[in-house]
């Protein structure tokens, strides 16, 4: 039998020693972004089925009068703040890291067995952290939540303009048309999805003065859009426009979907609890969300990218061929910001406890995720940011004739 174990454990270790060196430079990040979709599953479990055993804990069960939502939301928190601090300890030593020439490159994307290990270890350490830390924490998260927010935002204005570049750089009548075909489309979506909205959350005979507010802003806004990015005097084009006037809708959707269900003016009050597929699709959607946004801020070509990378748009050499030492090693910029990805993930971390606890609230149901007037009212903020963003990426050309914007 111990012959047995110690084969398995051999196996086991062999296996994980695998898994490690196989992760190349090229699979790095998906690496941590499986590490971190590991940590999302953890914490659904323990939101789902670990309040039984988190009252266990003479440490964390301080109280008679503690809720089983309350462990759910300990459980969420302590996982969090472990992927917190185990990326944010990776995004300080990575600070300043702008060729793989650099030993802290290796560092980056190597060393899997002692990550792992670490990441381990640094998730059973929180469950021995006293609830004054983690609630501390939890505060902190509501704002670090509101950062991978904006940072999601400046993502997809980033993604639009690349998108509509590199259409507009092909010169050809088919891209055009393209870019017109898929302009129309998506304000046409915008508005009749917005239509439905005032369906759903504005039933009759019900006073509906705030969805009502927030519907006919969201119209507005897309109007907005159309008419600055379209203005003589604007540098704008009609597919980002369109694909911001999309999201918005999108956005302001949630936030009307995660009013109280027991609130007359959410049409869809009479589900008083969300089905398992349901939880199912919503936690699929967050996690390809948040892995998105960490792998794009990663790679981004503008606003994250590190001034010495050949994406950063720089046309000047790293080195000028007089400053290079005789003898020295060649320079190889690194094609992502190392410290800036490490970052996103560690805002993600925050973000992604903020929806499995409902933004720490305790006035839902437990088998809820993502509802409470604070998850709307962030998400109708994070729609209005987003709007006033794109609008000032639009106007502060003509507005700052002297400043250089691209």
């Not at 430079?25 to 789902?48: D, H």
């Not at 509906?208 to 969201?218: K, M, P, Q």
């Not at 859009?225 to 694909?243: C, Q, R």
């Not at 349901?278 to 990218?305: D, K, N, P, W």
């Amino acid at each position: 039998m111990s012959c047995l174990a110690s084969c398995c454990a051999s196996l086991t270790c062999g296996l994980c020693t695998s898994v490690a060196s196989g992760i190349t430079k090229r699979s790095a990040r998906i690496a941590y972004c499986g590490l971190f979709g590991v940590s999302l599953i953890v914490s659904w479990i323990l939101r789902e089925v670990g309040a039984p055993l988190l009252k266990q804990f003479s440490w964390i069960n301080t109280s008679d009068d503690l809720t089983d939502q309350w462990f759910q939301i300990q459980g969420v928190l302590r996982v969090s703040m472990a992927n917190f601090l185990f990326f944010g300890t990776l995004a300080l030593i990575m600070i300043g890291v702008k060729d793989q020439n650099d030993r802290r490159d290796s560092w980056h994307h190597g060393g899997w067995i002692a990550k792992m290990v670490i990441w381990a270890l640094l998730t059973i350490l929180m469950f021995f952290v006293p609830n004054a830390v983690i609630d501390v924490y939890g505060v902190i998260s509501k704002f670090g939540a509101g950062c991978f927010l904006l940072v999601q935002v400046l993502i997809l204005l980033d993604a639009t303009h690349s998108w509509n570049d590199s259409w507009v750089a092909k010169d050809e009548q088919k891209w055009y048309v393209a870019l017109l075909a898929v302009s129309v489309a998506c304000y046409l979506g915008a508005f009749t999805f917005t239509g439905i909205l005032f369906i759903w959350f504005n039933p009759s005979g019900n006073d509906c003065g705030l969805n009502i507010f927030f519907l006919v802003t969201n119209f507005i806004l897309a109007f907005a859009f159309a008419i600055i990015a379209l203005h003589p005097k604007v540098n704008g084009s009609l597919l980002p426009a369109s694909v911001i006037s999309v999201y918005c809708a999108y956005v302001c959707y949630t936030g009307l979907s995660s009013e109280p269900r027991d609130y007359a003016c959410n049409g869809l009050h009479k589900s008083t609890a969300v089905s398992t597929s349901t939880l199912v699709l919503g936690m699929l959607t967050t996690v390809l969300s948040v892995l998105y946004s960490a792998v794009r801020a990663g790679s981004s070509t503008t606003f994250l990218s590190p001034p010495s990378s050949p994406r950063a748009g720089d046309k000047k050499p790293l080195l000028e061929s007089g400053d290079v030492e005789s003898g020295g090693a060649e320079a190889r910029p690194v094609s992502y910001s190392y410290f800036f990805f490490h970052v996103i993930f560690a805002l993600a971390s925050m973000y992604s406890a903020m929806l499995l606890s409902g933004w720490t609230s305790d006035s839902e149901s437990p088998d809820l995720i993502d509802v409470g007037w604070t998850s709307v009212w962030v998400r109708i903020c994070t729609e209005w940011i987003t709007a006033g963003l794109y609008i000032w990426s639009l106007v502060a050309p003509v507005i700052l004739p002297d400043r250089e914007f691209y």
